[in-house]
């Protein structure tokens, strides 16, 4: 049967609008994924508590997710807030002994510095080149100032992002908590069309997947600060409690408590508290450090059915592929490549839907409540 050019045609123009129009969407929204993913993966965590307040307004939902996000706000500010304004207090305090210290004349450095292995003998050298105005070390302070301001001006421009893009993620999830079972019903048709029966299952995986992130770098963030500001209140550290809040962000990063303990041990070595200065070093090494490994994959792995090793990939690989973004969303796509790719080569009996689709819901919507 001899086709008609324009039953042909006619689809290709269709598909091509269609691709047209997918692509000028996708450029609209594209500045705004980022937030709207952080948005969604909030919201996800956060569902329950924002039912329950509901209930207790009494329905109303715009006055549940003001006061909820109004709480996250105040959570997330007000340690950064309280050790901002206290390490400010000790770089005055500092600027004003430093002050001091060079009233009498160009001052010599510390005796513990100088005598420094390697690097002791070229950082005195530097220090009265930098007194006697000496035309080398002058020279070589100007060649340092263009790369650490343009430095500096990457990681202000960076911390600014940062902050425009929590405020962008909480303005959005402030409109995802109104349309919330709307937005649960898009998802589950979408999961139907891409994974057929064994769509609720998929679902299922994926929300105690993103919840098991979020609840695991959280809780390992909230252990891991608590037992700084343990160690740094029992060592006699000044600002123990700045430095537990600051533990707190720092744990979102690999290692992070770490790089702020040592150098405590290291101003508790110079002031003479050795046995603390050890004390302090190893507790931060084995104790805070262990926690990161033991609590963090316990979370992830309690709302997964992922291996440990491929949690880890997908943390460590989401990061490296897409920022602190890809930290959450990793684990989650591998999660789902892996019940797909179980199901299909080892031929694992799916569940029945009415198994699953309660825990679907679970993070989505409180069924007694509705």
Request: glycine fraction near 8%; hydrophobic fraction near 60%; aromatic fraction near 12%.
């Amino acid at each position: 049967m001899k086709i008609k050019t324009a039953e042909l045609i006619e689809p290709l123009v269709a598909l091509g609008a269609l691709v047209l129009l997918c692509f000028t969407v996708f450029a609209i929204m594209k500045p705004f994924l980022a937030a709207s993913l952080w948005a969604a993966i909030l919201v996800l965590s956060t569902w329950r508590p924002y039912l329950f307040f509901v209930k207790k307004l009494h329905g109303r939902r715009a006055l549940a997710a003001v006061l909820l996000l109004s709480l996250m706000c105040i959570f997330l500010m007000l340690p950064i807030i309280y050790a901002a304004s206290d390490f400010a207090d000790v770089g005055v305090n500092f600027i004003a002994n430093v002050r001091n210290s060079f009233e009498a004349g160009w001052p010599a450095l510390p005796e513990w510095l100088i005598t420094l292995p390697l690097a002791g003998e070229a950082i005195n050298e530097f220090w009265l080149g930098l007194g006697a105005h000496d035309a080398k070390t002058m020279s070589m302070i100007r060649s340092m100032i263009a790369p650490v301001t343009q430095w500096l001006i990457v990681i202000a421009s960076e911390v600014g992002g940062g902050l425009i893009m929590m405020l962008m993620s909480l303005f959005i999830a402030f409109f995802i908590y109104q349309d919330g079972e709307h937005i649960r019903d898009w998802v589950r048709g979408l999961m139907e069309r891409v994974a057929g029966e064994r769509s609720a299952e998929l679902l299922t995986v994926s929300v105690g997947s993103t919840k098991g992130v979020v609840y695991g770098f959280l809780g390992t963030a909230v252990a891991q600060a608590v037992l700084a500001w343990f160690a740094y209140l029992l060592a006699g550290v000044p600002n123990s409690m700045s430095l537990g809040f600051a533990s707190f962000i720092l744990a979102l990063l690999p290692g992070g408590p770490v790089l702020l303990g040592l150098p405590a041990a290291a101003w508790l070595y110079h002031q003479g508290e050795i046995a603390w200065a050890i004390f302090l070093a190893a507790w931060m090494l084995l104790v805070v450090s262990s926690a990161d490994n033991v609590i963090k994959p316990l979370l992830i792995g309690k709302g997964s059915k992922l291996p440990f090793i491929l949690i880890l990939f997908g943390v460590l690989g989401g990061a490296m592929a897409f920022g602190m973004l890809g930290v959450f969303i990793g684990p989650v796509l591998l999660t789902i490549f892996y019940e797909i790719a179980r199901s299909w080569i080892l031929h694992v009996q799916q569940l029945p839907p009415d198994a699953v689709i309660g825990t679907a819901d679970e993070g989505i919507e409180d069924q007694a409540d509705r």
